[in-house]
């Protein structure tokens, strides 16, 4: 009698149970989308990353000023523990200040273009006549070393060319823009053995070099050493890319004795200047760069703020994105907008008055560009790794990150078995009309691409949010296009709605996210970078 009574109790207490966890589910799931639908702080927190503290170069004063604004907001917001982690960067930071550029024969014209990263300015106007170099394909040292040296006399006092005007089809077939459904239900299809397929599209296959030559970088390199011991003035790049579009990188000593004032110019102009050369007819040019140097940028810094947990505030759900960028425009695609969105997903769940059991810490990395140096540092001074895990290893739940422009969430990456992905898939479930379609286990522990990376490679649940592609591949990425116009703000908030449930879910479960077992966790992959065969023939900078 007793027994059969408690049973009877027990089905009571589960069937009312059950429907009120998933009510509750239901329940803040609205709420968080109302918060956004209604109260959205994203396009003001953008506005302020990019138009205000833009461009964000690692190591530069501007990136230290948008960290302690963000920190600044967020503690407006109710966060707590705002504050700055140092990392040792160890190359001064650099910032352009002023740049100018023409051709002042046989027309006069001013010229588009960006000044490479941690190159020197030029003390002042510069006038010379302009020297092409028609660099050889894919020399062997004996061959690179023999062109040189009949170069020498060439380059001495001129404005240098180096290499030949590159040829940029018109581009007959737009890219995608968005995911059709379809394929993004089947990318992030546990069932479909193809799943994880068309990732971003950045990462470029690296062909490895042939034996015997050179590789780009070797060639950079010694271009370098040669120009600046020959006496040239300036070095100018051709953008060999469409529509007046630059990516502008950085000079890879970090040392403004090693390489001469250099810019990156548009296709359009490179190719002006090179097909008036052709005629046989002298060009000149003028510039006046002025770049500035900050010491103080060898050491740089990841932001961090949390919403303290309750009953289990020691275990932590991260989320983040990198707030550096690189200077040829205000960063906003890659990726003010990923700090936004994951700013925007912490501050719904505060503004809603929720109580999360676990903390949940927002984390704005830099040195990204360079390396996911900066969430590097941050995973091995907090986690260690699986070999050598630090106490906090044990205690975070997963770590999000979005790095792919403005495009709405489509799926997610998980480093974990597949019942973590399960999870993760649960919780982004509702959100089938936002454009979420599901998740996928990954078993990746490579570095590369973005700072889910450097998470997933020490062994922990790093989650990569895959994007529709808008813009971002051909047109914002690393570009002179970057900027606060390029952000879809519909797209941004269904991102944060999205996040914002995810992250709740995952700081409320009992247990943590479920993770590979001695038995399971996939094996370190080779370092890169390591010599032999394995240098790039094209460098492939992070997202
Ligand atoms: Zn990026």
């Not at 300036?234 to 004032?261: C, M, T, Y």
């Not at 001074?381 to 044990?394: I, L, N, R």
């Not at 078995?417 to 982004?428: E, K, T, W």
Request: charge should be neutral.
């Amino acid at each position: 009698m007793r027994r059969s009574r408690a049973l009877v109790l027990l089905c009571v207490l589960l069937v009312g149970f059950v429907p009120a966890v998933a009510q509750d589910a239901a329940d803040i799931n609205a709420k968080i989308r109302k918060e956004e639908n209604e109260n959205s702080q994203i396009l003001r927190t953008m506005h302020f990353l990019t138009d205000v503290y833009g461009p964000r170069l690692t190591g530069s004063p501007n990136l230290k000023a948008a960290g302690e604004w963000a920190i600044k907001q967020m503690t407006e917001w109710g966060f707590e523990n705002g504050h700055l982690e140092p990392w040792d960067f160890g190359h001064p930071g650099w910032a352009n200040e002023r740049f100018s550029g023409f051709i002042t024969s046989p027309v006069k014209d001013t010229l588009t273009c960006e000044v490479l990263a941690w190159t020197p300015g030029t003390n002042g106007a510069v006038t010379a006549r302009a020297y092409q170099m028609v660099l050889p394909e894919k020399p062997t040292q004996e061959e690179f070393t023999a062109y040189l040296a009949k170069q020498k006399e060439n380059v001495k006092g001129k404005i240098v060319l180096a290499g030949k005007g590159q040829m940029v089809p018109v581009t007959l077939t737009p890219p995608v823009r968005r995911q059709d459904d379809k394929q993004a239900k089947e990318r992030y299809d546990p069932n479909n053995p193809n799943a994880g397929q068309g990732r971003g599209g950045n990462r470029r296959q690296q062909e490895p070099p042939a034996p015997g030559k050179l590789t780009a970088r070797q060639i950079e390199e010694q271009l370098d050493q040669f120009l600046v011991a020959g006496g040239a003035l300036i070095r100018v790049n051709d953008a060999g890319r469409e529509h007046r579009q630059i990516r502008a990188f950085n000079n890879r000593s970090f040392d403004a004795a090693k390489a001469l004032p250099t810019v990156v110019m548009s296709n359009e102009d490179y190719g002006r200047i090179t097909r008036i050369l052709a005629d046989g007819t002298s060009v000149e040019l003028e510039f006046n760069i002025v770049n500035r140097w900050y010491p103080e940028g060898k050491t740089a810094y990841n932001t961090v703020a949390e919403i303290p947990g309750t009953d289990k505030k020691d275990e932590v759900v991260m989320l983040g994105g990198h707030l550096d960028s690189w200077h040829s425009a205000t960063g906003a695609t890659d990726n003010a907008i990923g700090c936004a969105v994951m700013m925007e997903a912490a501050r719904i769940l505060k503004a809603i008055g929720v109580k999360p059991r676990r903390t949940i810490r927002v984390a704005l990395w830099s040195g990204e560009e360079q390396g996911l140096l900066g969430s590097q540092a941050y995973v091995k001074q907090h986690f260690g790794t699986f070999e050598e895990p630090k106490p906090e290893y044990s205690k975070l739940v997963a770590y999000f990150n979005v790095d792919s422009g403005t495009g709405r969430v489509r799926g997610a990456s998980v480093f974990g078995p597949p019942d973590a992905a399960a999870i993760v898939r649960q919780a982004l479930a509702p959100f089938e009309d936002l454009g979420v379609m599901g998740a996928i286990a990954s078993k990746s522990r490579a570095l590369g691409g973005t700072d889910s990376t450097s998470f997933s490679q020490a062994g922990l649940p790093g989650i990569g949010l895959g994007q529709d592609p808008i813009e971002y591949n051909s047109a914002t990425w690393h570009t002179n296009l970057d900027t606060y116009e390029r952000i879809i703000e519909d797209d941004v908030k269904k991102s944060s709605i999205a996040v914002a449930a995810a992250l709740y879910q995952l700081a409320m479960r009992d247990e943590l996210l479920p993770r590979f077992s001695k038995e399971t966790m996939p094996p370190l992959p080779p370092r890169e970078g390591t010599p032999a065969t394995t240098t790039p023939t094209t460098p492939t900078p992070p997202r």
